[in-house]
């Protein structure tokens, strides 16, 4: 940790400093758990009501924020400048070895490239390309002739390239099919623990550039994501379905295979997506709908069995009207 002056760091994370700048800090934690000589942040509104109990020495806010309680750094993005105070007092990761250590396995006609680091207990099996800069922890493993990227961060449990799931059935009996194409994971890319991304059947299963995958996510044969995708965790995509760039897909979401989500979609934790959804759309569900219209159709839900009862009186008064 890196202890510095309030008015040290606001210039080297470009936030606006009020309040007194001779205050140093040393590390960053939450609004309720911080204490004096560290500094905290509010990124969102539900933590406000923690501002006035917090003891941190300082505090990043947005730009407009009227909190003064305790030094202030204000920023446009207070999330963004968050990160950058992160890196500022702690610096980035320490990996206790580098390079590859002496009980991964990496087969002979694998390529690693330079600063890699390569935990124990990762498998690199043959013709895989993994390239500058990436981390492999302990017990990732990465099938034949699979291709990473620059910077691409693999944590622990992690498999890519396991042969997707593809059988012809006839007579009762599934005959596997087998999965020939690979995995290509593209630059910058973080991928969290015990996730399965598949070996294509035919051609590449793509993950694309700084796109981020949460821990316990599972991506079938042949899907395609474009760059700066998000997928939280237990999230699920079917084989062969394309995501474009910048897709968020909430936790436990489960896309079905062969559809297509366009650029810039959203869908929403636990939404089911059985259909392709254009770009810009934002769904909730299951089965999905836009979000207007779903939020219409489940608060109605709730209401179900008030309307249910109204129904039954009403037929009851038009039996007793009949009988007149």
Do not use: W
């Amino acid at each position: 940790m890196h202890s510095k002056t309030l008015r040290e760091l606001a210039t080297e994370i470009g936030a606006d400093l009020v309040g007194d700048g001779d205050v140093v800090v040393s590390s960053v934690n939450t609004l309720q758990d911080a204490r004096p000589g560290q500094l905290s942040f509010l990124a969102n509104p539900k933590y406000e009501k923690d501002l006035e109990s917090t003891q941190a020495s300082g505090v990043i806010v947005a730009a407009n924020s009227k909190f003064d309680r305790v030094p202030t750094l204000r920023a446009k993005d207070p999330q963004l400048t968050y990160q950058r105070a992160v890196l500022a007092l702690h610096g980035p990761r320490r990996h206790p070895h580098m390079g590859v250590h002496p009980q991964a396995f990496v087969d002979a006609t694998a390529s690693v490239g330079e600063g890699t680091v390569i935990y124990p207990g990762a498998y690199v099996g043959p013709q895989v390309r993994i390239g500058r800069d990436c981390v492999l922890f302990a017990g990732v493993i990465v099938y034949e002739r699979c291709a990473i990227g620059d910077r691409v961060v693999i944590h622990g449990g992690s498999v890519i390239g396991a042969d997707g799931f593809g059988y012809a059935t006839s007579a009762g009996v599934h005959h596997k099919i087998p999965q020939v194409g690979n995995v290509v994971i593209e630059d910058d890319v973080e991928i969290g623990a015990n996730c399965t991304i598949d070996r294509a059947a035919l051609g590449s299963t793509t993950v694309g550039k700084g796109s981020k995958i949460d821990n316990l996510v599972t991506l079938g044969h042949n899907v395609r994501t474009g760059p700066g995708c998000i997928i939280v965790a237990q999230a699920g995509v079917a084989g062969s379905t394309t995501l474009g760039h910048h897709v968020v897909l909430g936790g436990q979401a489960g896309i079905a295979g062969h559809i297509e989500l366009g650029d810039g979609v959203m869908a929403a934790a636990q939404c089911g997506v059985t259909n392709s959804v254009e770009a810009g759309q934002i769904v909730i569900g299951s089965p999905h709908l836009p979000i207007r219209e779903g939020r219409r159709a489940y608060a109605l839900v709730r209401e179900l069995p008030e309307l249910l009862k109204r129904i039954k009186d009403l037929e009851r008064e038009v039996e007793k009207l009949k009988t007149k």
